[in-house]
T-cell receptor, first 112, second 115 residues
Framework: NAGVTQTPKFQVLKTGQSMTLQCAQD?????MSWYRQDPGMGLRLIHY???????DQGEVPNGYNVSRSTTEDFPLRLLSAAPSQTSVYFC???????????FGPGTRLTVL | EDKVVQSPLSLVVHEGDTVTLNCSYE??????LLWYKQEKKAPTFLFML????IEKKSGRLSSILDKKELSSILNITATQTGDSAIYLC???????????????FGQGTILTVHP
């Protein structure tokens, strides 16, 4: 199993540009989540999904959209990037019956 | 508002020292507390503690959950340079045996172990 995969690993955007961060898992996990990590702030939840077709907001959802059309994929969209969205983004997944989340390798995003 | 606080925020020790990292939480519908280790990339899972499993040990690492004090500690004995990392504490919420699927993280403790 590849586990949780994310692309790209690095990305530089200009203010106002849009892009999609990709996340996929091959463990048939029901739950998937997106977190952002900023220095001194741990990880903060952006959006999460409890299954295909179901998504909900986390702690810091503004400026981000998600959809979950399949169990495997959970893309994160930035519609109009802002410098405040410069961060490292992690995707995670877990089985519904457990609490342990497994993280992807992360995407480092810089917005100029 | 749910809150998870870790201390200290950073710690520098020498190889062979023993360290204790702290995590306190204030959340509704507590379900479990998890510890992760983060080196250069993704957080990797260390332990999960629940009401039915308040103490875990793996090699030189051990962790205890104190449900009365709403806190947990992570102990690392005989530290090695490979223990240098960010240690993250997170709390999972749920009700009726069901997980909400979300984790609330503390700020992390940066541990540096010098040779």
């Amino acid at each position: 199993n590849a586990g949780v995969t994310q692309t790209p690993k690095f990305q530089v955007l200009k203010t106002g540009q849009s892009m999609t961060l990709q996340c996929a898992q091959d463990m048939n996990h029901e739950y998937m989540s997106w977190y952002r990590q900023d220095p001194g702030m741990g990880l903060r939840l952006i959006h999460y999904s409890v299954g295909a077709g179901i998504t909900d907001q986390g702690e810091v959802p503004n400026g981000y959209n998600v959809s979950r059309s399949t169990t495997e994929d959970f893309p994160l969209r930035l519609l109009s990037a802002a410098p405040s969205q410069t961060s490292v983004y992690f995707c995670a997944s877990k089985r519904g019956s457990t609490d342990t989340q497994y993280f992807g390798p992360g995407t480092r995003l810089t917005v100029l | 508002e749910d809150k998870v606080v870790q201390s200290p925020l950073s710690l520098v020790v020498h190889e062979g020292d023993t360290v204790t990292l702290n995590c306190s939480y204030e959340v509704t519908n507590f379900r479990s507390l998890l510890w992760y280790k983060q080196e250069k990339k993704a957080p990797t899972f260390l332990f999960m503690l629940t009401s039915s499993g308040i103490e875990k040990k793996s090699g030189r690492l051990s962790s205890i959950l104190d449900k009365k004090e709403l806190s947990s500690i992570l102990n690392i004995t005989a530290t090695q340079t490979g223990d240098s990392a960010i240690y993250l504490c997170a709390v999972s919420k749920g009700a009726g045996g069901t997980s909400y699927g979300k984790l609330t993280f503390g700020q992390g403790t940066i541990l540096t172990v010098h040779p």
